[in-house]
């Protein structure tokens, strides 16, 4: 009867130790939510910012799957196994506008355990279009700049102020920082510039990079210089310089998907989960429904990551310390002590 016992009892302690290593999940075992961790640095301290508060504050595990926009949302949508994303912080979705149509659908389908469904905005809707620096139209006074331009609001007055923006290359004509050649935006550019008569005034200058792009707008705003080109947010150099967003005709669908000649349209950046996540983790569905923030708040994050040559997961920190009254507002106090007692 001893040996009987002793057998059982070293039985029970091999299945505890099978299931501490991971081959039988305990029955208490809560969710891993699994980010799509996306290839630009938003989304990815977004992930890290929530990461934190989830696994720290709410107990649950987490993970960060890295890959391309269309390969992690498709494996988001099908559940494909333990290793695809549950969670996409920042959906970017006018840019995969068809997946995520077929996706949403699925999510209000009973019939099939696949699709996702949409928890809010992150932020509001990105911004893209032609900038100029604020102080070539209302100057600064704390540098000792006076308006160079102060009638300039929009493209139309470009035509006016071209000698303003001279093109170094050719004085006959101003210079315009466009995108860099194969981006979508840089044949959007060109459709504007004819509609738009600009052309006649201004050279479309194409960087051979985004960080050198980056680097006309910061080089030309620290000497104080005019500077005139395309840009977007939410980016580190937009959180960093001042810039001014020069006007166009307000955006029309029609007019888009013809000459391109109003603004561009917004990109909404939302936040979807599958379909399957309230059920298997409320909590973590509660809190990023009440997860948002603003494009000026991206832009400084982006702008410190910058600065500081910070990783994501050190500005994922300094979020949660330099804005704390804004998450402390989406979990409770419970929580809330957990994440600050982890940090």
Known sequence: MKQVMRLVSYAII???AISLIGGVAPANAKKTIIFADLGWDSVQVHNRVAGMIIEKGLG???????GETVMLNTALIQARGGEAPNVNMETWTENWQELYDQGLAKGKDPNTNQGFIHLGANFPNSVQGW?????VVEGDKKRGIKPMAPDLKSVSDLPNYWKLFKDPEDPTKGRFHSCIPGWSCALVNEKKFDVYGIEKYYNIMQPGSGPALAASMET??????PWLGYYWAPTWVLGKLDMLLLEEPKFDQKIWDTTKACEYPAVKCDIIVHKSLPKEAPEVVAFLKNYETTLDINNKFLAYMQDHKASTEDAAKWFLKEYES????WVSPEVVAKVKAAM
Do not use: D, E
């Open 220 to 225: 030309a705003y620290k000497r104080g210089k």
């Open 131 to 135: 900038y100029v620096p604020r102080y």
């Open 60 to 66: 649950y595990p987490i993970k960060f799957v890295q």
């Open 326 to 329: 804004l998450w402390t507002q």
């Open 14 to 16: 091999a299945l505890a």
